[in-house]
């Protein structure tokens, strides 16, 4: 019985871990576009954002918000002084992908 107890709390550890790693990715992810808009002269259609966020977070999820607000602040500071060719190569790979889920056409 005590073999299984521990088997359980290691399992269900493991699956919060688990999705409290796809929320920092989902919010790195997120970060990244949302933190290059300035620097890129980008603008995003907000509905776009809103319905990535609705299908890829789980509604449930309360600590989304409070990583993405940190990992787009880091962005935002990381890109102030970097190359022009740094800063080529970035924008452009947030394009794509910022075009690829419509947050911009």
């Known amino acids: ?3 299984i107890l521990m088997v359980l709390v290691s399992v269900f550890g493991a ?3 688990a999705q409290s790693m ?3 990715r989902l919010a790195d992810d997120l970060g990244t576009i949302l933190g290059s808009e ?3 002269n980008l603008t995003y259609n907000q509905d ?3 319905f990535w966020i609705d299908t890829k977070v789980p ?3 309360m600590t989304f918000a409070s990583t ?3 990992m787009t602040e880091g962005t935002a500071f990381r890109l102030q002084d970097i190359s022009e060719s740094t800063r080529t190569a970035h924008c452009r790979s947030v394009e794509r992908t910022a075009k690829h889920y419509g947050f911009i056409e």
Do not use: G, N, W
Request: glycine share 0%; hydrophobic share 50%; aromatic share 4%.
């Open 22 to 24: 796809e929320t920092i």
């Open 38 to 40: 300035k620097v890129c």
């Open 1 to 3: 019985m005590r073999y």
């Open 15 to 17: 699956m919060a871990q």
């Open 48 to 50: 776009a954002i809103a």
């Open 68 to 70: 993405l607000s940190m």
């Open 59 to 61: 509604p449930e999820d």
